[in-house]
């Protein structure tokens, strides 16, 4: 569900160790029977599916200038 590490620029990978923070987060909650675990996981699951857009990705000169000829 995360994009992976290599492919991830400086705010993707932020967002991918946010996404790890939030389950972990989660996991503790869930122990201890708190409903905030869902929030928590719902947020890592956002965290995660965004490191799949574009803004995230790192990006070389050859991807940007395909991009522009769209």
Request: hydrophobic share 45%; net charge positive.
């Amino acid at each position: 569900m995360i994009a992976p590490w290599r492919n991830a620029n400086q705010k993707g990978k932020l967002l991918i160790v946010g996404c790890v923070i939030n389950i972990l987060v989660a996991v503790i909650l869930a122990r201890s029977g708190s409903y905030m675990a869902i929030f928590s996981i719902v947020m890592a699951a956002y965290c995660g599916l965004l490191t799949y857009h574009p803004h995230y990705q790192y990006q070389d000169a050859k991807d940007i200038n395909e991009r522009g000829k769209e």
